[in-house]
């Protein structure tokens, strides 16, 4: 098999890159090693940037997230028992975010990509990625037992933090930079009217708490844990007492409980590969960096990657212009650390942390009392988690 693009990933990444290319007339083909079903199961993000909303539209994907999808114009904080409200729109001039969850936008990606043909391949196992520093890298796989060979011009890296792409490159070319916390993140998704129409980020003694949502039908709460902990070690009930306890009363005495339909642990990380090219290989999203995902900036991130690769390989394919593929690394980097720097920062305002002294514990109440009493402050919250320009 022959293609111009050879993409490693079926995620939120990969498909979007696909489909931008196809409808650029750029031939390109995706090997997911999972199914169309085991990808569409994982439970994720929910908050999109306005950039990545224009991004799904331009791909011709906007249609049920324009109609399915909440726009949210602020947030809350709560604290000391009380909830503030950051004003995301007032703050911006005029932005906001989109709540539509994960599942649904790789959803309307998989069938975007179904309509048109586009190759995607599930089930693929032992992928691996030969003469990358070459014109013509090519990928190998086995699909039900026999090998199969994909010569491309270029390879994106599309393959999640354990992905392979990454790990083709020599240890002696890439630098990676890394912080784990000592805590993590147990989600539960019910089918319950949520607590609130905006999201709730909650800090309190016990660690932190978030209100998020899918739909006026469908809630996504998460409470901070320890990571020796197991979803075996919280039933229903003690996830809802442990949620409660960590609300302002008022909330609490507003929240409608209800079997989960899932419930998942995820560690937080902070992490990100230098440079984003190897070759004729490209990484994005997750196979290339990663945040904890308190300030909501993972999906997004994987976003502005593929922005900037989209436009590089369509100057290349087009205008016979490779400034883009070159500046590719550079500017994507630069937007990655930003959204580094906001995760890490929400994180720290708001997690308990198990070490921390009494100075830390002050420093995040002045912390919190600073930002709101400082509209500098908070427009600087806003706009970075409405998403800074691409
Ligand atoms: P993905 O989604 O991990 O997809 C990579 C795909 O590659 C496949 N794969 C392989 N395929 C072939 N061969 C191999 N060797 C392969 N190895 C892996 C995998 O099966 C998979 O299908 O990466 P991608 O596309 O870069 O997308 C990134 C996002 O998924 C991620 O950044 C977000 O989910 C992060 N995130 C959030 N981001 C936001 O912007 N807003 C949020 O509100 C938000 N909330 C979250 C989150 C992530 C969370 N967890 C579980 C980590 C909440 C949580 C709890
Ligand atoms: C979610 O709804 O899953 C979600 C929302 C906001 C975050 C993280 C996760 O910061």
């Known amino acids: 098999m022959k293609t111009k693009v050879g993409i490693i990933g079926g995620g939120p990444s990969g498909l979007l890159l696909s489909q931008l290319l196809d409808l650029q007339g750029i031939d390109n083909v995706v090997l997911e090693r999972r199914s169309r079903e085991y990808v569409l199961g994982r439970i994720r993000a929910g908050v999109l940037e306005h950039g990545f909303a224009k991004l799904m539209r331009e791909a011709k994907c906007g249609e049920r997230m324009d109609k399915e999808g909440e726009i949210h114009d602020g947030i809350y904080i709560a604290y000391d028992g009380d909830k503030k409200r950051v004003d995301l729109n007032s703050l911006t001039g005029g932005n906001s975010v989109i709540v539509y969850g994960q599942t649904e936008l790789t959803r309307d990606l998989y069938d975007a990509r179904e309509k048109m043909g586009g190759k995607v391949i599930h089930g693929v196992e032992n992928v691996q990625l030969h003469d990358i520093t070459s014109d013509n890298p090519s990928l190998t796989f086995e699909k039900e037992g026999q090998s199969e060979k994909i010569e491309c011009e270029y390879i994106i890296g599309a393959d999640g933090f354990h992905g392979v792409s990454r790990k083709s490159i020599p240890r002696d070319k890439i630098k990676e930079y890394e912080r784990v916390y000592p805590f993590g993140w147990l989600g539960v998704l019910s089918r319950t009217k949520p607590v609130s129409k905006e999201l709730i980020y909650a800090r309190h003694e016990r660690g932190f708490a978030l209100c998020s949502l899918r739909s006026q039908v469908l809630s996504r709460y998460y409470v901070q844990v320890s990571l020796e902990d197991s979803v075996d070690d919280w039933s229903d009930e003690r996830f809802w007492k442990e949620l409660k306890t960590r609300l302002p009363e008022d909330v609490a005495a507003e929240l409608i409980t209800g079997d989960s339909i899932e419930k998942s642990i995820a560690p937080l990380r902070s992490f990100v590969a230098e440079p984003m090219r190897y070759g004729n290989m490209f990484l994005a999203g997750d196979a290339?960096?990663?945040?904890?995902?308190?300030?909501?900036?993972?999906?997004?991130?994987?976003?502005?990657?593929?922005?900037?690769?989209?436009?590089?390989?369509?100057?290349?394919?087009k205008k016979g212009d490779d400034t883009g593929l070159d500046n590719y690394s550079k500017k994507a980097l630069a937007r990655v650390w930003k959204g580094q720097r906001f995760s890490w920062w929400m994180t720290m305002l708001l997690h308990r942390f198990p070490q921390s002294s009494g100075f830390d514990n002050r420093l995040q109440d002045t912390d919190l009392d600073y930002l709101f009493s400082s509209e500098a402050a908070l427009t600087s919250l806003a706009e970075n988690y409405v998403g800074l320009p691409f």
């Open 288 to 317: 290339a960096h990663i945040v904890p995902p308190t300030g909501a900036r993972g999906l997004n991130s994987a976003a502005s990657d593929i922005y900037y690769l989209y436009h590089a390989m369509v100057d290349h394919y």
